[in-house]
Every structure is written in C-alpha cells, then in structure tokens.
C-alpha cells in the first residue's frame, strides 16, 4: 500500500493525471458544446474550448471535434484548435523533457543574436539620400 501512495505522488504520476483530466474535460466539453447547439442552447465559448486544449485537452478536444461531429466545417476554429495544440505540445514538452528546453533556448538565443546583429548592421549603413 505504502508503493501505491508513494507513486501517486510522484510528479509524473501527478502530471499524466491532470493530462488526462483535461482530455476528459475536453471530450466532454465538444459533446455539451453539440448538444447545446442542436438545442439552440447557451453555447460553450470557443476561446473556453482553445483554453482546455492548449492546457493539456488537444486530444480530446481533437476526438470530441471528430466524435460529435463538432466544428469541423468553422475552418477558422479548426485551424485555431490545431495551431493551439501544437503551442500547448511544445510548452508542455519545454516544461517536462530538459533537453527540449534546452533545444528551444539554444533557438531563442540563436534567433535573438541574429536579430541583434541585424539590428545592429542596420544601425551602422549610412542612411539613403535620395536625389532627384
């Protein structure tokens, strides 16, 4: 008994949990959002349903969307919903695997002195004189 309370209080095991309840939440959020809509009901806001599934929820929401048959034809929503979920993978990932982090502040970092130094040979031409 004693194993089972120290696993379940690893991070890991906290972490897997909490994604699967917002994948649930999500899931179930697709299937109240159709329901309502069919009704003509007060309605689940869509940034509520982006929200869920950039926290974690992109699969379900992801199998909800494909399940009820829910908001496939709003391409604006579908496109959102898929650039969201891959935002939330990547601050998840960034968060829990440390060589990712790594990887992604190496980019910053490269991205920013490329910026810099952009910046910086703009700062030292000459400015244009333009003559008629």
């Known amino acids: 008994m004693e194993h089972l309370i120290a696993l379940a ?10 994604f699967i309840a917002m994948n649930l939440l999500a899931f179930a959020q697709f299937g109240i959002d159709k329901a309502r809509a ?4 007060w309605r689940i806001a869509e940034s509520t349903l982006l929200m869920t599934a950039f926290f974690g929820g992109y699969l379900g929401a992801k199998a909800g969307q494909a399940r009820f048959r829910h908001k496939t034809r709003k391409q604006p929503f579908a496109r959102h919903l898929n650039h969201v979920g891959l935002a939330g993978m990547v601050v998840i990932a960034v968060l829990t695997v440390p060589t990712s982090r790594e990887a992604v502040f190496e980019v910053a970092g490269t991205f920013l002195s490329l910026i810099g130094n952009e910046t910086a ?12």
């Open 38 to 41: 069919v009704r003509g009901d």
């Open 121 to 132: 040979q703009t700062a030292q031409r000459p400015p244009r004189v333009l003559r008629m």
């Open 9 to 18: 209080s690893t991070p890991m095991t906290v972490l897997a949990s909490a």
